[in-house]
Nanobody, 129 residues
Framework: QVQLVESGGGSVQTGGSMRLSCTRS????????ISWFRQAPGKEREGVAS????????YYAASVKGRFTISQDNAKVTVYLQMNELKPEDTAMYYC??????????????????????WGNGTQVTVSS
């Protein structure tokens, strides 16, 4: 059983930056796609960014492209989400998720959450205006 632990959430003002971390308990070849999802109150969970850890390929939702960057450490144990130019609409609970390699590029599309195999508990990000 893979465990995912998020950290780095908190409060920031509009235009600020924040970095989230997701550390997994073990690296396994069957879970080579790590994604960040977010869910705001009253809204569906949506994919924000994904990384295919074996190759380092990255994918982004249109709403965050150019502002957010997903990356990983050399050991492929920790995945980061660097968030810049934050807006109030970025306020949400952010979740780390692990899934199979197939379809990693579409985890940020509708329905991506249905293919997640393991979820972290989430970390809250609040952006004030």
């Amino acid at each position: 059983q893979v465990q995912l632990v998020e950290s780095g959430g908190g409060s920031v003002q509009t235009g600020g930056s924040m970095r989230l971390s997701c550390t997994r308990s073990t690296y396994t070849n069957s879970l080579e796609c790590i994604s960040w999802f977010r869910q705001a109150p009253g809204k569906e969970r949506e994919g924000v960014a994904s990384i295919y850890t074996a190759a380092g390929s990255t994918y982004y939702a249109a709403s965050v492209k150019g502002r957010f960057t997903i990356s990983q450490d050399n050991a492929k144990v920790t995945v980061y989400l660097q968030m810049n130019e934050l807006k109030p609409e970025d306020t949400a609970m952010y979740y780390c998720a692990a899934s199979a390699r197939r379809g990693c590029g579409t985890m940020v599309a509708d329905g991506g959450a249905n293919r997640v195999l393991h979820w972290g508990n989430g970390t809250q990000v609040t952006v004030s205006s």
